[in-house]
């Protein structure tokens, strides 16, 4: 019974993690209709920002600030001078995914000159071990938890109870109608990718801190766990993405402790296979992936 | 320049042009953005060789651990190489082509690509896992001295007939009312189907046929380079097919070989020299190509989507005249 007690104290920490990927990459989609395929390198792009720091000398907190920080400006950065004119000159869908797996693999090996094949991890000391009923976490983890239900709670009164928030729905809605109404869409897309750029950014420290070490290779992973919440709640969808991520952080964990640790992601893929044949739309659907849209 | 590297350069060439040539059904005539391919060409590869090894209990090769181990003569282990590349195809497209959105079908490729890597290094029994299949017989080779000058002219040969062939079956389908219908679907599934095809099935069809040529260029690569591991089909080499389809032009053959030659082979022979100068730290060289083949495919996009070679522009020469057509659309 301890070894599940054990996987749900990880699962925790492991849908927060999630969570705060997810739910970047998945606005992202929602309101600029851009899949952004480089998002795992701006995540592992961002934890390599905080590690450097880190080897500096300064604390990873205020390093995961700055791998915010990256995020958000290198998101923003990339949409205006990548995405953005492509989708103007009208590029299809399907061409912007292919834009951004190139521009994923440009940032992978621009960054592998810098820091080579070698697997690193941060020096901050996992902090000591906090016990709660069963679970077992330590106060790092209980930060990283605590850090995304904040975020959460915020991206939640973003979208209801701000000017900003009811922008982004109605561009996400429809971009033309919202620009006829007089809404800045220009200017809230902006507002979108330095947001989601941030939360891509903490999620990559996040993520990075939370494994004993991490490589360039492990964006690929942070991608394809980040998809597979996004897709299982409904493409677009914010609180939908929290919900998957839940649902992906505790099976991941689960299967981590009754079967194998290696097979995380090929889990998180088979559940994203299930979803795609049974339920392509996603568990909140409103648009999602099936046929004839966009 | 020796006879072994001309070989080694000849050989890639046809591996190459043979997978582009079928990636470029499924993408550049059929619309279907096959992120994956590399994986049928793995599949293709992986059967070829353990149809033509011998088990694992061999002395000779119980330092790895696999499934099969046939020692089937010479061609039977391409044929069951092309045969894995259609078969591993059909599960793939049924779970990816039937209901989803055409970019929600690339990112569930290109994660089935990711995770079937994964899932080969980490199960080892399987495939020998991370290390791979090493030792693969090549063809004949118990005829002819397989380092001999006449071996590599006969494996010159022997890929030059898969060539010949793979372009033939290729230029049929493209020329055929049914490479008609295809691209019918490409510009416009909604009206394909409104005409009655069946969307599904003709991207099934396509995606087998690709899947089997795949395995066939694997089986070729595989034999020729005898070793076959999970680190030599990682995803970007299914971008680098990608890139040499956008820069040569979508959707005619002519222009998958002219990205073939253009992009893996004549890039990676650039980057063969470049190495050997030495210059600066050891993953610099590699990683400035592929940051070329980014910059190709972001640049082919933004200048000309169309490629080196564009596709021909199809006119049916029966129906009221072709001047008229063009100044109406002007007008």
Redesign the interface.
């Known amino acids: 019974m301890a070894i599940y007690e054990a996987a749900f104290g990880f699962g925790l920490v492991s849908m927060s993690v999630i969570a705060l990927a997810a739910v970047g990459f998945t606005m992202q989609f929602g309101i600029t209709n851009m899949i952004n395929l480089a998002y795992g390198e701006v995540m592992i792009t961002s934890a390599y920002v905080a590690y450097y720091l880190d080897r500096a000398g300064i604390s990873i907190w205020l390093g995961m600030i700055a791998g915010g920080l990256f995020g958000a400006v290198f998101s923003f950065a990339l949409n205006r001078i990548v995405y953005a004119p492509f989708q103007r000159k009208g590029t299809s869908n399907l061409g912007m995914v292919i834009v951004s797996l190139a521009i994923s693999l440009m940032l992978a090996n621009a960054l592998l000159p810098i820091v080579t094949y070698n697997s690193v991890s941060y020096s901050e000391h996992t902090g000591s071990i906090v016990r709660l009923g069963g679970l077992v976490v330590t106060i790092n983890q209980m930060i990283i938890i605590g850090l995304a239900i904040v975020l959460m709670i915020g991206i939640h009164a973003l979208l209801r109870y701000t000017r900003l928030g009811k922008a982004m729905r109605a561009t996400a809605a429809n971009p033309t109608l919202a620009r006829n109404c007089g809404i800045p869409t220009q200017r809230v897309i902006d507002m979108v990718w330095l947001i989601t750029g941030g939360l891509c950014g903490v999620a990559g420290v996040v993520a990075a801190l939370n494994s004993d070490s991490f490589a360039i290779a492990s964006g690929a992973g942070f991608l394809i766990t980040a998809l597979a919440a996004a897709v299982l709640g409904g493409a677009g969808q914010p609180y939908g993405a929290m919900i998957g991520a839940v649902i992906i952080g505790l099976i991941t964990e689960l299967s981590a402790a009754t079967w194998s640790a290696e097979y995380k992601e090929v889990v998180a893929f088979g559940i994203l296979v299930l979803v795609m044949v049974l339920r392509p739309q996603g568990l909140l659907a409103r648009r999602g992936a099936l046929a004839a849209a966009g | 320049m020796n006879t072994f590297y001309a070989t080694n350069l000849l050989v890639y060439a046809g591996v190459d042009i043979i997978a582009c040539i079928a990636l470029n059904l499924q993408f550049g005539v059929s619309?279907i953005?096959n992120?994956a391919f590399i994986v049928f060409q793995a599949a293709g590869a992986y059967a070829a060789s353990v149809l033509s090894m011998p088990p694992d209990s061999n002395p000779d090769y119980s330092f790895q651990l696999y499934v099969g181990g046939f020692q089937l003569p010479f061609p039977l282990p391409w044929i069951g190489g092309a045969l894995a590349g259609g078969l591993v195809a059909i599960p793939v497209g049924l779970?990816?082509l039937r209901?989803?959105?055409?970019?929600?079908q690339?990112?569930?490729l290109?994660?089935?690509s990711?995770?079937a890597n994964?899932?080969i290094t980490?199960a080892r029994p399987f495939l020998n896992g991370a290390a791979g299949l090493a030792l693969v017989p090549q063809p004949l080779q118990d005829q002819i001295d397989p380092r001999s000058d006449e071996y590599y002219y006969f494996y010159i040969a022997l890929t030059a007939v898969c060539v010949g062939l793979v372009w033939f079956v290729a230029a049929r389908i493209v020329n055929s009312p049914y490479g008609r219908t295809l691209r019918a679907m490409r510009e416009h599934e909604?009206a394909a189907t409104a005409l009655g095809k069946n969307p599904v099935e003709l991207k099934m069809t396509i995606f087998i046929v690709g899947g089997v040529i795949a395995g066939l260029s694997g089986a070729i690569l595989v034999d020729f380079i005898t070793a076959w591991a999970p680190s030599v089909w990682l995803?970007?080499e299914t971008?680098i097919l990608?890139a040499a389809i956008?820069v040569g032009g979508r959707g005619n053959n002519v222009g998958a070989i002219l990205g073939a030659l253009l992009v893996p082979v004549g890039l990676e022979e650039v980057t063969r020299q470049l190495i050997q100068m030495d210059i600066?730290?050891p993953?610099?060289i590699?990683?400035?190509e592929?940051?070329l083949?980014?910059?190709f495919?972001?640049g082919f996009?933004?200048f000309r989507?169309e490629g080196v070679r564009p596709e021909p522009r199809r006119v049916f020469r029966g129906g009221p005249d072709v001047g008229e057509v063009e100044h109406g659309r002007l007008a």
């Open positions: 619309g953005t992120f779970v990816v209901k989803l959105r055409s970019d929600y690339a990112i569930a290109l994660v089935t990711i995770i994964t899932v980490n909604l995803y970007p971008i990608f956008i600066g730290p993953n610099l590699p990683a400035l592929w940051i083949i980014g910059l495919i972001l996009l933004w989507p």
